[in-house]
């Protein structure tokens, strides 16, 4: 009898019924069975092993017939997985266009927020700042406003006439061609026509203050505390800005004097271009930044130059706004002292000017007005100890400045700066140069050391005088210059040569062997400590009474070199008047 399958032997699957095999089925489990049985049997297992063996087979593939390949398939797909995560780990994540732009959007609008937020604070906060300056400065008060403006355009017209007058005497000489007298006068007449529209819409618009004349953004972004000083072409302020900084106000009149005819709008125009540091904090630092990325120049910052924060220019005034140096000028230090300055004062205080010249002229600048009452001082100490610092002293009167081409001269109407300090080249041709300022520095550096201008001039009456001196006389050094220096005497000759080619620039003169000489502290003086004995003894003339009969050296002291006194009052005498002359060997 054949043996039962393992499906009969087990009853099959759990809940299942039995099913009856056919003959064919029943053969070939029969034949498996046998063939798993020797298999078995020849490793040393039982039959009903190989029974239990061949029912879990077909146990597990009835359920799952493809369970091995399903099984690599899971591990290489989650092996694959694994690495790809690690991939995105490693890897910058990728952002699409949409992305990059709708962040940039987002942080363009936190700007936009920024900047409106406390754009619209900081605008509000200055605008009741200069409505609240704007009341504090009714005590401000420069009357005669109509009779002002009736002055400037009689002057100006009278400038006209006598400079029509001038270019036509030089076309009937033959020193001017027709065609540049007639484009001359057209520009003068452009600059009044400029003049006059300015005037209007500045008036129009309010820009003007309606009864002083000054600009209106003046009296509105600096409180005015008191008036320093009020001189023959205007008047100077101590004033505060909207940041609490102590400033000085420059006005100047242009209906006084000749300052109706000096080119206020090219002094206006450079020093915006040129100097004006500024006086809003955040556009400080914005140019600051620009500067350091080399995208515009550095700001205009010297120690030995006052800072000027702001220029306004109309048609009445000239407005400057700079740094407050409460310590007078040089002028009046100097005047000050009783006594002559000494070459170490004179040469610390003169190379602060030549460094400032310098840093001017490497700008291509000229100042055109250097003279001991440009030079400011400030204050140093504490209280009852304020004093004028003469070791910092600063180069003012920024409205003189010109800008210089890069070849030659500028050829200018010498409308500005003192006669006195004014170089020859000037005076004769208008020709303004870097050598004009360092013959002016020479002026300056005589006054110092001799107390006095080289050609004269402190309230010359007859300018005419004064100008030929400077252009054919020199100055007489062989008869002053006992007290100074051989080097501070060449300085001043170099200085005060009277070819432009051959004065020194300020680089060589900073290079001159006086600063290296006399430069930086005063030595102190120094007590001869050495001793001198008295060895020898000799009375001339006629004998004392008290000395008859002894030897002079008897007033040595025992120990040599004291002068005994007491010998001189011998015999009774009680007064006895004895010259000593010391002589000094030579040495051999």
């Given at each position: 009898?054949?043996?039962?399958?393992?499906?009969?032997?087990?009853?099959?699957?759990?809940?299942?019924?039995?099913?009856?095999?056919?003959?064919?089925?029943?053969?070939?489990?029969?034949?498996?069975?046998?063939?798993?049985?020797?298999?078995?049997?020849?490793?040393?297992?039982?039959p009903t092993d190989a029974t239990e063996h061949h029912e879990h087979h077909e146990h597990h593939d009835h359920l799952d017939p493809d369970s091995d390949k399903h099984s690599h398939h899971s591990i290489d797909s989650e092996e694959k997985r694994k690495t790809e995560v690690e991939k995105k780990k490693k890897a910058k994540p990728k952002i699409s266009k949409k992305e990059r732009v709708?962040?940039?959007?987002?942080?363009?609008?936190?700007?936009?927020?920024?900047?409106?937020?406390?754009?619209?604070?900081?605008?509000?906060?200055?605008?009741?700042?200069?409505?609240?300056?704007?009341?504090?400065?009714?005590?401000?008060?420069?009357?005669?406003?109509?009779?002002?403006?009736?002055?400037?355009?009689?002057?100006?017209?009278?400038?006209?006439?006598?400079?029509?007058?001038?270019?036509?005497?030089?076309?009937?000489?033959k020193k001017l061609k027709k065609w540049r007298m007639v484009f001359r006068k057209f520009g003068m007449?452009?600059?009044?026509?400029?003049?006059?529209?300015?005037?209007?819409?500045?008036?129009?618009?309010?820009?003007?203050?309606?009864?002083t004349g000054l600009p209106r953004a003046v009296l509105e972004w600096f409180h005015f505390v008191e008036l320093v000083n009020e001189g023959p072409h205007g008047m100077v302020y101590r004033a505060i800005d909207?940041?609490?900084?102590?400033?000085?106000?420059?006005?100047?009149?242009?209906?006084?004097?000749?300052?109706?005819?000096?080119?206020?709008?090219?002094?206006?125009?450079?020093?915006?271009?040129?100097?004006?540091?500024g006086f809003i904090p955040i556009f400080k630092l914005i140019r600051k930044v620009l500067a350091r990325c080399h995208i515009v120049r550095p700001s205009f910052e010297h120690a030995n130059i006052s800072m000027i924060y702001t220029v306004y220019n109309n048609g009445e005034f000239f407005v400057e706004v700079c740094e407050w140096l409460p310590g007078h000028t040089l002028q009046d230090y100097t005047e000050g002292l009783h006594h002559k300055m000494d070459e170490h004062h004179a040469c610390?205080?003169?190379?602060?000017?030549?460094s400032a010249i310098q840093y001017l002229h490497a700008r291509r600048l000229v100042h055109r007005d250097i003279r001991m009452n440009q030079i400011l001082l400030p204050l140093k100490g504490k209280d009852e100890d304020i004093m004028p610092d003469v070791d910092n002293c600063k180069l003012c009167e920024g409205w003189c400045f010109m800008k210089l081409p890069r070849r030659g001269h500028y050829f200018d109407r010498p409308l500005c700066g003192d006669l006195?300090?004014?170089?020859?080249?000037?005076?004769?041709?208008?020709?303004?140069?870097?050598?004009?300022?360092?013959?002016?520095?020479?002026?300056?550096?005589?006054?110092?050391?001799?107390?006095?201008?080289?050609?004269?001039?402190?309230?010359a009456r007859n300018k005419e005088a004064l100008a030929e001196r400077i252009v054919k006389q020199e100055p007489e050094f062989d008869k002053i210059t006992g007290h100074v220096s051989p080097e501070g005497v060449d300085l001043c000759r170099r200085l005060l040569s009277r070819h432009p080619s051959h004065r020194p620039t300020a680089k060589q003169c900073m290079e001159h062997e006086w600063f290296n000489k006399y430069y930086?502290?005063?030595?102190?003086?120094?007590?001869?400590?050495?001793?001198?004995?008295?060895?020898?003894?000799?009375?001339?003339?006629?004998?004392?009474a008290c000395r008859?009969?002894?030897?002079?050296?008897?007033?040595?002291?025992?120990?040599?070199?004291?002068?005994?006194?007491?010998?001189?009052?011998?015999?009774?005498?009680?007064?006895?008047?004895?010259d000593f002359f010391y002589r000094r060997r030579r040495r051999t």
């Open positions: 009898m054949a043996p039962a399958s393992p499906e009969n032997k087990k009853g099959g699957h759990a809940g299942a019924s039995p099913e009856k095999s056919t003959p064919e089925k029943e053969k070939e489990e029969a034949a498996v069975y046998c063939a798993s049985s020797t298999v078995i049997r020849a490793i040393g297992a039982t709708r962040r940039i959007v987002k942080r363009v609008l936190i700007l936009l927020r920024w900047a409106c937020v406390h754009g619209f604070a900081t605008i509000t906060c200055h605008y009741r700042g200069r409505r609240r300056n704007l009341r504090r400065n009714h005590w401000v008060k420069i009357p005669d406003r109509p009779g002002r403006q009736l002055d400037l355009r009689t002057k100006r017209e009278e400038y006209y006439d006598v400079r029509m007058h001038e270019m036509q005497t030089m076309v009937e000489r007449d452009m600059e009044n026509n400029y003049d006059d529209s300015c005037a209007y819409f500045a008036e129009k618009f309010r820009l003007n203050h309606r009864k909207l940041h609490n900084r102590t400033v000085c106000v420059k006005v100047r009149d242009k209906s006084k004097g000749n300052l109706g005819h000096m080119p206020f709008r090219r002094a206006a125009r450079v020093l915006k271009r040129e100097v004006v540091v610390n205080t003169f190379s602060q000017l030549i006195a300090t004014r170089a020859p080249e000037v005076i004769t041709h208008n020709a303004w140069s870097k050598a004009a300022d360092m013959w002016s520095a020479g002026c300056v550096l005589f006054e110092l050391l001799f107390g006095h201008l080289p050609f004269g001039g402190e309230g930086g502290d005063k030595p102190g003086s120094h007590k001869n400590t050495d001793e001198r004995m008295i060895r020898d003894v000799r009375i001339d003339g006629k004998m004392p008859r009969g002894m030897d002079p050296q008897n007033l040595l002291n025992p120990v040599v070199g004291m002068l005994s006194s007491g010998f001189c009052t011998f015999m009774g005498s009680t007064r006895c008047e004895i």
